[in-house]
C-alpha cells in the first residue's frame, strides 16, 4: 500500500462552515456527553485514595487520667496522630495567662470545641472548668514533625511548653506558637472530659 | 509507517515539535488519516475495544494495588476491606473482576474473527502470532490476578496449575518436583507464592502493553486485513481511519460497554464461583474446583487426556497450535466466506470451542468425559488435518474485482467514486 495515497477528513469541509449543521450538534452533544462520562468515571478512581470508612469510624478514644499527676504529660493516639495531654501546674497555668493576646503571634485559639475566632486566651486553649488539663494534637504547625516537651528532661524552650527539633518552632505552656516558624498555635482536638479522670477524644 | 506521510504542521510549534520528536505526525498518519478498507464490518470493531479493556484493568489494578495487602493472613480480608470500606472499592473491583472476563469476551470474538477471516495469512503472520502471544499473556496474568483473592477458588487453582509443571518428573526424575518448589518458593502454595504472583500480575499487564505496540505496528505496515480477504488495490478501496473507524469503533465500544455495565451493576458475581468468597484453606479441597469460564475450553482438554504428562502437553498445545495457523492454513483465499467447504468445519470449530466450555464445567465423569475426548480430538484435527488438506483440496468462489467492488457492485461504465460522505464540495476524489 505504499504507493497509494488516502483521502482526509479535511477535504469533504461542509458546504456552508459559518451555518451550524445538525452534524455540529450531533458532535458537540456526543463529545460533551463523553466528556461527562470520563469525569463521572475518573471520579471513583481519585476518591478511593481519600480516607476509608474504616478510617472515618475510628472516631474517638477514651483516655483514663486517674495517673496522670501535676507536672506530668503523657501522649495517646487519635485517628493515628500523637495527642498531647499535659497535666499542668499552677506555675505553668500562670505562665501562659500572664501573656497579652497581642504579643501571640497566632491569637486564635484553635480550639476545635470553640468557634472558629475565638481568641488565644489560656482559658480558652484550656479544658473547660478545668484549666490544670491541656489536651491538644502534638503536631508542630509548621511542618508536621512532633515538638519536644512531653517526657521529663525534654527540652521545652523558653516557654515551659514545646520545642520543635525540626526548625526549632517554640510553643508555651498553653501550647501557643511564641517562637520560630510555626504560623499557628497547636490545635485543639474536639474533646469532652467525660469525669475527672477521663477524656473523649474525637 | 507504509504509508507516505500527509501530515502538514500549521503552527509553528508543530513545526519545531515535528523536526525534533514527530509524535504528533506519527498520531496523525497511524490513527487519524491511515488508509482503512471502506467494508469493515462490526467484528473489527474489538481491536478498539481490546484497548480499551486493558486501559480499563490496567487503571482499575494500580487503585486496587493501593489497597490490596497481598499476604495470607491479610489477603482476603483486604479484599473484603476494599469491597466495603473504601470509596467506590466495591465498583472498582467488580470493574476489574468483571473487565477480565469482558476482556477475554472480546479477545475470543477477535481472535476468532482473525480465524474466519484469514487475516494470519501473509503479509499478516507476525501480527498474528504477537496477538497469540498477548493472549497467552492475559491467560497468565488473568490466573494470577484470580489467585490473589485467596479463596477457596484461588487458591486451589494455584494448587492445581502450578503441580501441571510437576509432571516434568515424568521426563525427568526430579525436575518437576524441584520446579514447582521453585514456583512455590516452599513446599506448598502459600505466603512467597502469593507475593511473587502478586509482583507478576502487576508487571504483566504492561508487557502486555508493549506488546500491544508491537501488534499495532505489525498492523499498520500491510493494513487491515478485511471481510472479503482480497488485498487493497486503490485509494478507492480505503477511507481514512478518523471519522469513519473512530466513530464505528466508538459505536460498539458504547454497546459492549452496556453489556460490561450491566454485568458490573447488576450481575457482578455471576460470572465469578461463590466458593472463592470463603477463605483459603490449605487442608480442604471444594467439592468440586473449576476455573473462571474463559479457561474451561482448555481445562476440558487438560481432563481429557488420561495421562499427566501427555495432558499437561495437550493443553499447552491447544494454544500453541495458534502460532503455526499461518502455515497450516494452505488455502488460496483469506476468506471463509470463499470457503464453500471449509466454512463447515470452521463454524464446527467454534462450536466445539464452545462446547469444550460446557464440558469444562461439569464433573470429569461418564459421557462428559468421553465428549471432553471426541471435542478435544476435532480441535486438534481442525488445525492439524482440516486446515491444510481442506485448503488443498477447496476451490474458492469467485473473489469480487476490488474492495470498492464488493460494496457498490461490479463496475459500471462511468466509474463509481466513493462517497463517504455524503454533501462535499469536490467531487473528484483524492488519487
Not at chain 1, 166 to 187: E, F, I, L, T, W
Amino acid at each position: 500500500m505504499a504507493d497509494t495515497t488516502h483521502i482526509t477528513p479535511a477535504q469533504f469541509p461542509l458546504p456552508d462552515e459559518d451555518e451550524p449543521s445538525r452534524r455540529d450538534v450531533i458532535m458537540i452533544a456526543a463529545g460533551g456527553f463523553a466528556a461527562a462520562g470520563l469525569g463521572l468515571g475518573l471520579w471513583p478512581l481519585l476518591d478511593q485514595m481519600n480516607p476509608d470508612q474504616s478510617a472515618l469510624s475510628m472516631a474517638t478514644t477514651e483516655v483514663d487520667l486517674t495517673h496522670v499527676e501535676a507536672g506530668q504529660a503523657i501522649t495517646v493516639m487519635w485517628r493515628g496522630k500523637p495527642i498531647f495531654i499535659r497535666h499542668r501546674t499552677d506555675k505553668e497555668i500562670e505562665e501562659a495567662k500572664a501573656v497579652p493576646i497581642d504579643d501571640l503571634p497566632d491569637p486564635i485559639a484553635r480550639n476545635a470545641n470553640l468557634p472558629d475566632d475565638a481568641p488565644a486566651t489560656d482559658e480558652n486553649r484550656a479544658g473547660k472548668d478545668r484549666e490544670s488539663w491541656l489536651v491538644m494534637i502534638g503536631i508542630c504547625t509548621h511542618l508536621g514533625c512532633i515538638p519536644k516537651g512531653q517526657a521529663i528532661g525534654d527540652p521545652k524552650g523558653d516557654y515551659d511548653g514545646w520545642f520543635c527539633p525540626c526548625h526549632g518552632s517554640q510553643y508555651d505552656s498553653a501550647g501557643r506558637v511564641r517562637k520560630g516558624p510555626a504560623p499557628q498555635n497547636m490545635a485543639i482536638p474536639p474533646y469532652t472530659l467525660v469525669s475527672d479522670t477521663k477524656v473523649k477524644i474525637g | 509507517m507504509a504509508h507516505s506521510s500527509s501530515y502538514e504542521p500549521s503552527s509553528g510549534i508543530e513545526k519545531w515539535i515535528d523536526a525534533r520528536l514527530p509524535v504528533p505526525r506519527l498520531m496523525y498518519d497511524q490513527f487519524l488519516a491511515f488508509p482503512t478498507p471502506r467494508n469493515l464490518n462490526y467484528w473489527w470493531t474489538f481491536g478498539g475495544i481490546l484497548s480499551f479493556m486493558l486501559v480499563s484493568q490496567i487503571a482499575t489494578g494500580v487503585v486496587l494495588a493501593m489497597h490490596y495487602v497481598a499476604t495470607p493472613t491479610n489477603a482476603f480480608d483486604s479484599v473484603e476491606h476494599i469491597m466495603r470500606d473504601v470509596n467506590w472499592g466495591w465498583l472498582l473491583r467488580y470493574t476489574h473482576a468483571v473487565g477480565a472476563s469482558m476482556f477475554f469476551l472480546a479477545a475470543y470474538i477477535h481472535t476468532f474473527r482473525g480465524l474466519y477471516y484469514g487475516s494470519y495469512k501473509a503479509p499478516r503472520e507476525v501480527l498474528w502470532i504477537l496477538g497469540v502471544l498477548i493472549l497467552f499473556l492475559m491467560i497468565a496474568t488473568a490466573f494470577m490476578g484470580y489467585s490473589l483473592v485467596w479463596g477457596q477458588m484461588s487458591f486451589w487453582a494455584v494448587t492445581v496449575i502450578t503441580n501441571l509443571f510437576s509432571s516434568l518428573d515424568a521426563v525427568i526424575p526430579g525436575l518437576g518436583t524441584r520446579l514447582v518448589q521453585w514456583i512455590w518458593g516452599g513446599f506448598a502454595v502459600g505466603g512467597p507464592t502469593l507475593t511473587r504472583l502478586y509482583s507478576l500480575h502487576y508487571l504483566f499487564p504492561f508487557v502486555i502493553a508493549g506488546v500491544v505496540v508491537l501488534h499495532v505496528w505489525a498492523l499498520h505496515i500491510p493494513g487491515n486485513n478485511n471481510p472479503t480477504g482480497i488485498d487493497v488495490k486503490s485509494a478507492r478501496d480505503t477511507v481514512p481511519f478518523h471519522p469513519y473507524y473512530t466513530i464505528k469503533d466508538g459505536f460498539a465500544l458504547v454497546l459492549f460497554a452496556v453489556l460490561f455495565a450491566g454485568f458490573v451493576f447488576y450481575a457482578p458475581n455471576l460470572l465469578g464461583h461463590p466458593d472463592n468468597y470463603i477463605p483459603a484453606n490449605p487442608l480442604q479441597t471444594p467439592q468440586h474446583i473449576v476455573p473462571e469460564w474463559y479457561f474451561l475450553p482448555f481445562y476440558a482438554i487438560l481432563r481429557a487426556i488420561p495421562n499427566k504428562l501427555f495432558g499437561v502437553a495437550t493443553l499447552m498445545g491447544a494454544i500453541v497450535v495458534l502460532f503455526f495457523v499461518p502455515w497450516l492454513d494452505t488455502s488460496r483465499v483469506r476468506s471463509t466466506s470463499y470457503r464453500p467447504i471449509y466454512k463447515w468445519f470452521f463454524w464446527a470449530f467454534v462450536v466445539t470451542c464452545l462446547v469444550l466450555g460446557y464440558l469444562g464445567s461439569q464433573p470429569p465423569e461418564g459421557i462428559y468425559l468421553v465428549l471432553g475426548r471426541i471435542f478435544t480430538a476435532y480441535y486438534f484435527l481442525f488445525f492439524l488435518l482440516v486446515m491444510p488438506v481442506v485448503g488443498w483440496i477447496e476451490k474458492p468462489k469467485a473473489l469480487p474485482g476490488s474492495i470498492t467492488e464488493s460494496v457498490l457492485g461490479p463496475e459500471k461504465s462511468s466509474p463509481a467514486s466513493p462517497q463517504p460522505a455524503p454533501r462535499r464540495r469536490t467531487p473528484e476524489p483524492a488519487l
